[in-house]
Nanobody, 115 residues
Framework: QVQLVESGGGLVEPGGSLLLSCVVS????????MAWYRQTPGSQRELVAE???????NYAESVKGRFAISSDNTKKVVGLHMTRVKPQDTAVYFC?????????WGQGIQVTVSS
């Protein structure tokens, strides 16, 4: 059974930094992308950052230059380094993995940016 477990969320002040991690367990074949999404109440889930198998990185315009996605060589851990955070970054963040065997989601973790 595949599980994605996020950690590292919480409360951070505007301008601060936070590192989210997602650990993937279970057997997944042919990973094509690893990504982070976020969602606020009443809004659709939106893509924040994605990392393709080939190493390409794509970011939402709102986080370009501030967030960075990374993964280890085994594709079992994916991180999101958030810097210069803003109140509008407040959301539940979800880890996502897409593979030939399907798409998998974590349960989400709350990030709140507030002073």
């Amino acid at each position: 059974q595949v599980q994605l477990v996020e950690s590292g969320g919480g409360l951070v002040e505007p301008g601060g930094s936070l590192l989210l991690s997602c650990v993937v367990s279970g057997r997944i074949f042919s990973v094509s992308t690893m990504a982070w999404y976020r969602q606020t109440p009443g809004s659709q889930r939106e893509l924040v950052a994605e990392l393709t198998y080939g190493g390409s990185r794509n970011y939402a315009e709102s986080v370009k230059g501030r967030f960075a996605i990374s993964s280890d060589n085994t594709k079992k851990v994916v991180g999101l380094h958030m810097t210069r955070v803003k109140p509008q970054d407040t959301a539940v963040y979800f880890c996502n993995v897409r593979a030939s065997s399907g798409a998998y989601w974590g349960q989400g973790i709350q990030v709140t940016v507030s002073s």
